[in-house]
């Protein structure tokens, strides 16, 4: 059981940050192997809309989203974490996502699927404000890359009025909610 969680904030250490850790700890106490992606850290393009995919439907750009693709393949489960920029995901998050534009042209346009193994997939969001649509946008647009890589939205946690650097250790609830979507999803897996 592979857990793969990618963190889309740049701040390091930060709420979303804190939350994923909370979740993967708890995947990890149900005996999940864990392992968390900080994607302010690699160096990869944005889409090149070069509608040049592999015969194999993979991404022909070179960068660091490679060994990214192969890690989510493998993974049972991926947790997409994300804070809430100008409404919508962080621009990490995003420029991610639009390099599975290859597997979405794959399964739809060819209808070969690249991401075969049916995985769970959740999503965990902070914002400083109390927008519900800011999360609904962002929801949207995670949803649309699960079905493009057979990731099930199964979970989500979405904490409002969070804005320090460690804001969200004043919401102990909301820790101890991430620890059991972790542990929740490592069960549903079959760990234990
Ligand atoms: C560039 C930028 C844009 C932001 N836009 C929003 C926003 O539209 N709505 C909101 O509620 N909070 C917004 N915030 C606040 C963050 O969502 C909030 O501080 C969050 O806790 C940051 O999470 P992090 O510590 O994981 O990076 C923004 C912060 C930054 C840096």
Redesign the pocket.
């Known amino acids: 059981m592979k857990i793969i969680g990618i963190?889309g904030?740049?701040?390091v250490g930060?709420?979303?940050?804190?939350?994923l850790d909370k979740l993967l700890e708890g995947a990890k106490s149900k005996g999940a192997e864990v392992e968390k992606v900080i994607l302010n850290t690699l160096k990869f393009s944005p889409c090149q809309e070069c509608e040049n995919i592999r015969d194999d439907g993979t991404c022909i750009i070179e960068d660091d989203m490679q060994p990214l693709y192969k890690k989510i393949e493998d993974a049972d489960a991926i947790i997409l974490?994300?804070?809430?920029?100008?409404?919508?995901l962080?621009a990490q998050t995003k420029m991610m996502i639009d390099r599975f534009q290859c597997a979405w042209r794959a399964k739809y346009i060819f209808k070969k699927d690249t991401f075969n193994k049916k995985r769970n997939g959740a999503f965990i969001s902070?914002?400083?404000?109390?927008?519900q649509d800011?999360f609904d946008n962002a929801k949207a647009i995670v949803k649309n890359l699960f079905a493009a890589i057979n990731a099930d939205y199964e979970e989500e946690l979405f904490?409002?009025g969070?804005?320090?650097?460690?804001?969200?250790l004043k919401y102990p609830n909301a820790l101890k909610k991430a620890f059991e979507i972790g542990q929740g999803i490592a069960v549903e897996r079959g760990v234990i």
Not at 14 to 19: S, V
Not at 126 to 131: L, P
């Open positions: 963190n904030s740049p701040r930060g709420n979303t940050d804190i939350l974490a994300s804070p809430i920029f100008f409404g919508s962080s902070v914002e400083a404000s109390r927008r800011f904490c409002s969070v804005d320090g650097k460690e804001g969200i």
